[in-house]
């Protein structure tokens, strides 16, 4: 049998077979994996160990507070192609792209 096949058979036991699930203890929620659920199982903690350092605003993750950084800039890092407005985080210049093309009538 090929490494491929062992994987695949592996991941489809672990992934799709409801009987190897892990479930939240508080809200049900099946997981595949143990660190999946470790992640999960935070959320539901009341601590948020990391902190930004310009704000009191804390967070469950550190790609979280990375995403939060960008709030603390002082100028916008990100223009909009179509009137040139800036924003401080790519996800907001998405967002404003669709609504600004949407508005002037123009398909992205």
């Known amino acids: 049998m090929k490494y491929v096949d062992v994987y695949t058979k592996a991941h489809r036991l672990q992934s799709h ?3 190897t699930w892990l479930v939240c203890d508080v809200c049900a929620k099946k ?11 935070a959320r539901h903690d009341a601590t948020k160990p990391y ?9 469950h993750t550190p790609y979280e507070l990375r995403n939060h950084h960008p709030v603390h800039a002082r100028y ?5 192609a179509l009137c040139d407005k800036l924003f401080k ?13 949407a508005e002037l009538g123009v398909s992205r």
Not at 51 to 59: I, S
Not at 76 to 80: D, E, I, N, V
Not at 89 to 101: E, G, I, N, P
């Open 17 to 19: 077979d409801e009987g």
């Open 51 to 59: 902190v930004c350092a310009d704000c009191p605003r804390r967070f």
């Open 76 to 80: 916008g890092q990100f223009s909009c």
């Open 89 to 101: 985080s790519r996800r907001y210049t998405k967002l404003h792209v669709m609504k600004c093309s």
């Open 31 to 41: 997981f595949a994996a143990q660190s999946e659920l470790r992640k999960h199982a």
